[in-house]
């Protein structure tokens, strides 16, 4: 399978047609009811692991289908290795368990090659009854969707809503394509990111809707080659390269290509983070096209200073290569591109094309840097840092 091709839509009917015998019985026989009330159902873990061995040992390939209707779901793995490629079909919308649940992962796909998630459906997490009892210092609560060590998936179509921590989770892996979903949870939801990566590569996230309580995407470490293209981003804290460096053997990420993107009413924009730390990982080709921002508190961020505490110890992860190009909007606060780089690590090659942000009444913005070394092309408001290490307006 062609990682970087979206699986054609064609073959994905004919697949329906052709196994649509199976699923439909499926359907009704596995879903168990409890009670007298009709809308309380539960899926019953063992049927559905069976029907998902089923469709993973199948040699053609095998679908899991979840009808309409409101399911609850404890937590679930679904293990491969897989004979073909298996898809699921997300009709109904499936409820986590309230409150805060063991585990890492709600949902999670294990060791897949050739995996389609797909349908109208929703994953509702649940977590209005768990973000109250998080402990703020304490690490995320459980993701909803989880694809570790599975290439060549698709996900299209479904809704996340009120995941407990982050929507989905892309860990180790890749040629993963996310397109056409929809994310949602509070503002103020903590720890709530949309979409998450993390060692892997080789990803698209397109076309997509996103509104949660934290990062929209955040790019984490070992992430290479990722195309982030069509995302509404808001409320949320805008689109994240980092935390890395959090671990000294926090892995680099490279090929980041962000295009055609709104943030609206975020917290930031465009941002990189990294920890003050010794980890020397590094944060490379990096392109932000075509960005609109209306209404973000940080427009266009560079956090070299991230949760240290002491700012005498500098971060040690070596931001170079990336370029900003026609990013234009309102920014919330005054400084409207803030580059806070390493002292020991300055910031190379950080270049600036076409920038247009202004206050809301259209008043002018500031930039801020610090260990920058930047090249400016195009029109520039705010006006450049006068202080860059090394400066050249082509
Ligand atoms: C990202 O987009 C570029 C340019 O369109 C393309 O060459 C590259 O293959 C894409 N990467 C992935 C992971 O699909
Ligand atoms: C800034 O970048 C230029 C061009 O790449 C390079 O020649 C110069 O040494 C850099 N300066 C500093 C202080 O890093």
């Not at 890749?174 to 080789?202: C, F, K, L, Q, Y």
């Not at 926090?250 to 465009?270: A, K, L």
Request: proline residues 4%; hydrophobic residues 30%; aromatic residues 6%.
């Amino acid at each position: 399978m062609d990682s970087n091709k979206p699986f054609s839509k064609v073959s994905v009917i004919l697949f329906l047609v052709i196994f649509c015998d199976k699923v439909c019985s499926y359907d009704t026989s596995r879903v168990k009811k409890h009670g007298d009330n009709a809308h309380e159902k539960f899926y019953d873990i063992n049927s559905l692991l069976d029907s998902w061995q089923e469709a993973c040992q199948s040699e053609s390939g095998g679908i899991v289908s979840v009808p309409d209707g409101t399911f609850q779901l404890d937590p679930i793995e679904f293990e491969g290795p897989c004979k073909n490629q298996v898809t699921f079909q997300l009709d109904g919308t499936l409820q986590a368990p309230t409150g805060i649940i063991n585990g890492d992962d709600w949902i999670k796909f294990h060791n897949i090659d050739g995996l389609i998630i797909q349908g109208s459906g929703t994953l509702d997490g649940q977590g209005a009854s768990a973000w109250q009892d998080k402990c703020p210092s304490c690490p995320p609560l459980t993701t909803s969707l989880t694809l570790s060590s599975v290439t060549n998936a698709q996900v299209t179509g479904i809704t996340s809503l009120n995941s407990k921590g982050y929507h989905i989770k892309v860990n180790k892996g890749g040629g993963t394509t996310i397109e056409h979903v929809t994310i949602t949870a509070p503002e103020d939801s903590p720890n709530t990111d949309g979409i998450h990566t993390s060692e892997a590569n080789n990803i698209n996230i397109l076309n997509s809707d996103i509104g949660t309580g934290d990062d929209c995407i955040s790019i984490g470490e070992g992430t290479q080659n990722i195309n982030i293209t069509g995302i509404n981003c808001g409320p949320g804290h805008g689109i994240s390269i980092g935390s890395i460096g959090k671990n000294a053997d926090d892995g680099s990420v490279s090929g980041v290509h962000v295009m055609s993107c709104t943030m609206t009413s975020t917290e930031n924009g465009v941002r990189i983070k990294t920890w003050t730390s010794d980890c020397s990982a590094t944060v490379s080709d990096v392109t932000f096209h075509d960005i609109t921002i209306d209404q973000a508190s940080n427009p266009i961020i560079i956090d070299q200073q991230y949760c240290g505490g002491s700012h005498e110890y500098p971060s040690h992860v070596q931001v170079s290569d990336v370029k900003f190009i026609n990013v234009h909007g309102i920014s919330k606060s005054e400084v409207a591109i803030n580059l806070q780089c390493s002292s020991t690590m300055p910031c190379q090659g950080i270049e600036l094309d076409t920038i247009d942000l202004s206050l809301d009444g259209g008043e002018q913005t500031t930039a801020s840097c610090s260990n920058v070394n930047a090249t400016y092309d195009g029109s520039q408001n705010p006006p450049p840092c006068s202080n860059s290490l090394y400066h050249r307006h082509l």
